[in-house]
């Protein structure tokens, strides 16, 4: 069965660092999303993307954040400075059509623990 | 300001027996609603989705009702099997004509099954 694959799996960074989260959707979906889910707490919308632009993002999203398209596989979300509360788990997902009817296949996760 | 949030927390069940967990929102517009389920270091996993328009759906061992008028929203388990301990989350999405793609998470239910 297709899979969104993410890395890595644990990041464990520095305050005021830059960080890189990585995500290969399936291979047939354009339609691309980044979620967060902090320790215990509901998951959260941060970022739809397609056809090479944000489509929708939350307040969350502010401008220490970035996602892009670098080629033909991969999507990223970069998170420019880190704070302490960043950490979480972030989950990218993709689908082939666009919401949730379009069948989301979300990533394991990325757990992401800024010190 | 919107809000899909669950009625317990956590639930312990018996194998074998069914279980129901459930689900409010206050968002009236919202058009599609999924069940996921999320096991530990995994991301969501879709189960069982439902549109505005149906009451009811039926899965394999899954049902999701929907009650419009008193914005609830359950999933029915039958037979639980061990397999079945998890976190479930139920997610809202708004109508897709306004171009909203993005899933909104309730709080999440932990579920454990009882050998």
């Known amino acids: 069965e297709p899979e969104v694959t993410q890395t890595p799996s644990h990041q464990v960074t520095q305050m005021g660092q830059e960080v890189i989260l990585r995500c290969v959707p399936i291979?047939?979906?354009?339609?691309f999303y980044w979620y967060r889910q902090i320790l215990g707490q509901k998951v959260e919308f941060l970022v739809s993307f397609y056809n090479n632009e944000i489509s929708e993002k939350s307040e969350i999203f502010d401008d220490q954040f970035s996602v892009e398209r670098p080629d033909g596989s991969n999507f990223t979300l970069k998170i420019r400075s880190t704070k302490l509360e960043d950490s979480a788990m972030y989950f990218c997902?993709?689908?082939?059509?666009?919401?949730?009817?379009?069948?989301?296949?979300f990533g394991s996760g990325t757990r992401l623990t800024v010190v | 300001g919107e809000n899909v949030g669950l009625h317990l927390p956590t639930l312990s069940v018996q194998e074998g027996d069914n279980s129901i967990i459930n689900c409010a929102y206050s968002n009236s517009a919202s058009d599609y609603f999924i069940w996921y389920k999320q096991e530990s270091g995994k991301g969501p996993q879709f189960i069982i989705d439902?549109?505005?328009?149906?009451d009811k759906r039926q899965g394999q061992r899954v049902t999701v009702l929907l009650n419009k008028t008193v914005k609830h929203l359950s999933l029915q388990i039958a037979a639980t099997q061990p397999g079945d301990s998890a976190v479930y989350f139920c997610a809202e999405e708004g109508s897709l004509r306004f171009g909203n793609e993005k899933l909104t998470f309730g709080t999440g239910t932990r579920l454990t099954i009882i050998p």
């Open positions: 439902i549109r505005s328009n149906m």
């Open positions: 291979s047939n979906h354009l339609y």
């Open positions: 997902a993709s689908s082939e059509r666009p919401g949730g009817a379009g069948g989301y296949t």
